[in-house]
Nanobody
Framework: QVQLVESGGGLVQAGGSLRLSCAAS????????MGWFRQAPGKEREFVAA????????YYADSVKGRFTISRDNTKNTVYLQMNSLKPDDTSVYYC?????????????????WGQGTQVTVSS
């Protein structure tokens, strides 16, 4: 099992940057794919980014490609989401998740463990 705790959210002006962190507890962190998702009020949870177990492969939603970067440090049991050039449409609660499957997935249903979320608000 894995417990996940996000941090780093906050209020930022459009064009600014934030770095989210997700600290994992539990063994075998390196056996999990990790993902970032976001959910705004009245909307479904959507995929943002994912990273393979070793960190060698990354995946991004088209809406964030070129602006966001996902990374992980398995020695620290932590996954990060660097968010640059933020837009008001990026305003959401951001969640990290862990997935113990054979392939990296963009589907929220594939993920087994979720953090509590961290609020990101981007003002115009």
């Amino acid at each position: 099992q894995v417990q996940l705790v996000e941090s780093g959210g906050g209020l930022v002006q459009a064009g600014g940057s934030l770095r989210l962190s997700c600290a994992a507890s539990g063994r075998a962190f390196g056996n999990y794919d990790m993902g970032w998702f976001r959910q705004a009020p009245g909307k479904e949870r959507e995929f943002v980014a994912a990273i393979s177990k070793s960190g060698t492969r990354t995946y991004y939603a088209d809406s964030v490609k070129g602006r966001f970067t996902i990374s992980r440090d398995n020695t620290k049991n932590t996954v990060y989401l660097q968010m640059n050039s933020l837009k008001p449409d990026d305003t959401s609660v951001y969640y990290c998740a862990a997935d113990l499957t054979l392939v990296t997935s963009t589907n929220p249903a594939a993920y087994d463990y979720w953090g509590q979320g961290t609020q990101v608000t981007v003002s115009s």
